[in-house]
């Protein structure tokens, strides 16, 4: 059975991790959740073990709804007496999105009024509405016409865990501090020996969900008690009671087990008294040290040791400092919190969330990762830095005056290359104003990557590298593969002068069937570059490509140069690149069509960096081919870029090998008639098919014409040809 778990913003991947750790068969992140299958005790076992959920949905109907007649009658076609008991309470959660109903409260209101209808018609007594603790919560959720039914098996926000009493001006919800704690691993710094330390602990949240996860306690424990979380009567009331049994059992174990390993400071006293009293009610009297200090005495505090004798040497801070309107954020405080924890603790790991990357950047912290996430309406920063302050090792000339490090024999051929390759480029870069740009490209056969450079269109740019490493042969071993990997990035960070966080590394990893890309980083972070006269975003953490072929460069601004009032198709669009580049180039019309909705929206966000909009720019969510067969319009210029193969769910398979001729043949169709279409791709196996493509268009293999010069050590990276209806008469 399917059901979904709903999160904060930024916390689902971490969420559909939890979920299948809690015994999921299946767990996927979606927008806001994630979308887990396994039985009514797998969900059961999340409402009073997931650390990260705002709410259990359990799924009772789906249907169409256009209107709200439909809404009514499909709520009402549900079997209510076999889920809500005689005289029992009632509340409705709903979420509307689209044109058909825009007014949740309205929404909720038709919902109730058919689960009671329903009631009275077939006990004779309607249920009363109560919308602080209801027998039965109801959610419903309206999304493109589409309405689900669900039963919120946790009965209200998951994140009220039962202990808070008292909160700050700011409060931390405690699934959020759950996720601060998991991004930096606290459960396997505390199983090593470490501490844990809030420098700037307000309430106390990041510091008692710490030690309450550290003790292997359910988070859903004290919220509920010994009452259920809902009275639905499809709920297994035998199997939780079963799991709330084991869960005091091992509450009681790891209470018992608990060390002294917790430490807040904070300059507010009211703040600290709310902490205390929070702790004692979750059970920790005594077990966390609170301390009234400021951030920029941090260095004469002790931190307990796991044996309680001295210091200890690692451990984690974590910290929610002020960032939001009410609060005033000061970058001076990031500054003296960083400043602090260097001196305090300079080889602990730290997880902070500041309130934007600005922020973050004032602390002075070097991040290894950056998260974007929610706290509440919020968007925050989230950096995780390991070791706060990494050793630096310093070399000096016999003058005393620093010099650069000392590369391995490795790297340093490596920088070699790469300064070699940038003297290239450089008047050519400088000519053409190009920021983005492959530097290597295996170069070196046995440092197989290519690193691509893309500086940023901001007032003060920044650099950043895209490092791909390339599969190496299966008798290479991985430990001489993670060497040559080390001593390339060691040399591209000298080279370019960048800091570790500002490296994006696609590794390979091996498994069954062979080397493969590892899973990517989930930064949901975008930075805006510049290409000819556009603006586009580029994210260079989170998928395997960036947004952004740079080999197709020259192609897209020979389209800008071309574009004026012509009717421009992109066909296969991914995220608009070339489509940006027409429209500022004065296209009349342009028209997006790619299968991805992530890639079409990426594409409008690309459109809107370049304050481009309106009717005149289409974007359609289809199979490109499937679409192009059945369109009407002609167009002045094509681009077609597909993919080498496609097997999506929602299209038939695409082969291009297969299918180029039939492709081709109807974008050739929907050219008019001194149209330009402009046909590329990347299958370094493929053969065109010039005899039959010959009876309907004339091509030109302009190829060579379109490898820019940071390819040219690949002149086989891409394909292209010029194709344009072939004249018939006299």
């Not at 939890?18 to 887990?36: H, P, S």
């Not at 199979?623 to 080498?644: G, K, V």
Request: with cysteine; net charge neutral; charged share 25%.
């Amino acid at each position: 059975m399917k059901f979904f778990a709903s999160c904060g913003k930024g916390l689902e991947y971490l969420l559909a991790d939890e979920l299948a750790a809690l015994g999921c068969t299946r767990a996927t992140a979606a927008m806001a959740g994630a979308n887990a299958e396994g039985t009514l005790a797998d969900a059961q076992r999340a409402v009073l073990w997931s650390r990260v959920a705002s709410r259990v949905l359990w799924p009772l109907a789906e249907f169409d709804c256009a209107d709200e007649h439909a809404l009514y009658a499909g709520v009402a076609a549900i079997d209510w007496p076999a889920h809500l008991a005689q005289g029992d309470t009632l509340a409705v959660d709903a979420h509307v999105s689209g044109e058909a109903i825009t007014h949740a409260r309205y929404a909720a209101q038709r919902v109730k009024d058919a689960v009671v209808d329903v009631m009275r018609a077939r006990t004779g007594t309607r249920p009363d509405v109560d919308v602080e603790s209801p027998d039965l919560r109801v959610n419903f959720v309206l999304r493109k016409g589409r309405a689900f039914v669900s039963i919120d098996l946790s009965g209200g926000p998951m994140h009220r865990r039962g202990w808070r009493t008292k909160q700050g001006e700011a409060p931390l919800k405690e699934n959020l501090a759950a996720a601060v704690l998991l991004r930096g691993q606290w459960p396997k710094v505390y199983a090593q020996g470490g501490a844990l330390l809030d420098p700037m602990c307000g309430s106390g949240t990041l510091l008692i969900e710490g030690a309450l996860m550290a003790a292997d306690v359910a988070p859903g424990l004290q919220r509920h008690g010994n009452e259920l979380p809902t009275r639905w009567l499809g709920f297994d009331a035998i199997a939780w009671r079963a799991l709330v049994d084991d869960a005091r059992k091992r509450e009681a174990v790891g209470m018992n087990a608990l060390r002294p390993a917790f430490l807040g400071r904070d300059t507010d006293p009211h703040a600290i008294r709310a902490a205390q009293d929070n702790a004692v009610l979750a059970g920790l009297a005594g077990l966390i040290e609170f301390k009234v200090g400021d951030i920029r005495s941090l260095d004469a505090v002790a931190i307990p040791a796991p044996t309680g004798e001295g210091e200890t040497s690692r451990g984690l801070v974590v910290c929610n400092p002020p960032y939001d309107a009410r609060l005033a954020a000061e970058p001076a405080l990031y500054r003296a919190l960083g400043d602090a924890l260097k001196r305090a603790v300079p080889q602990w790991r730290a997880s902070l969330l500041c309130g934007d990357a600005a922020l973050s950047f004032a602390t002075g912290l070097r991040a290894q990762k950056k998260y974007q996430l929610f706290n509440g309406a919020i968007e925050c920063t989230l950096i995780v830095c390991d070791p706060v302050a990494p050793p630096q090792h310093r070399r000096t000339d016999e003058s005393g005056n620093e010099v650069a490090p000392v590369l391995s024999e490795g790297a340093q051929m490596v920088a070699n290359r790469l300064r070699k390759n940038l003297r290239k480029l450089k008047s050519w870069r400088e000519r053409e104003q190009v920021t983005c740009f492959r530097a290597y490209d295996a170069d070196l056969p046995e440092y197989a990557a290519a690193i691509d450079v893309y500086t940023t269109d901001e007032a003060t740019p920044r650099t950043f590298l895209h490092v791909q490493e390339y599969a190496a042969p299966a008798e290479i071993p991985e430990d001489v593969q993670r060497r040559r990997l080390n001593e390339l990035l060691a040399a591209a960070r000298e080279v370019f002068a960048v800091p570790r966080e500002n490296v994006a590394l696609k590794t390979r990893s091996r498994g069954k069937g062979g080397s493969k890309y590892g899973q990517m980083d989930s930064r949901g972070e975008f930075v805006t570059v510049r290409e000819g006269r556009a603006r586009l975003r580029v994210n260079l953490f989170d998928y395997l490509d960036t947004g952004l072929f740079l080999d197709h460069r020259p192609l897209r601004l020979h389209i800008a140069e071309q574009a004026q009032d012509v009717r421009f198709l992109n066909l296969f669009g991914y995220t608009g690149a070339a489509t940006v580049q027409a429209a500022v180039g004065g296209a009349r019309l342009t028209t997006t069509v790619d299968l991805s909705g992530t890639y079409l929206e990426w594409c409008a966000d690309n459109l809107r960096e370049n304050d481009i909009g309106g009717t005149r720019h289409r974007l359609v969510q289809a199979d490109a081919l499937t679409w192009l067969e059945a369109d009407t319009q002609y167009y002045d210029m094509i681009f077609c870029d597909p993919p080498t193969f496609s097997n999506s769910k929602r299209a038939q398979d695409f082969d291009v090998q297969a299918q180029h001729v039939r492709l081709l043949h109807a974008a050739v169709e929907r050219l008019d008639e001194n149209g330009v279409l402009y046909f590329s791709n990347n299958f370094r196996r493929f053969r065109l098919d010039e005899a039959a493509i010959a009876e309907f268009a004339q091509i030109e293999d302009i190829s060579a014409r379109t490898i820019p010069p940071d390819f040219e050590r690949d002149a086989r990276i891409h394909r292209c040809w010029r194709l344009q209806r072939r004249r018939t008469g006299g």
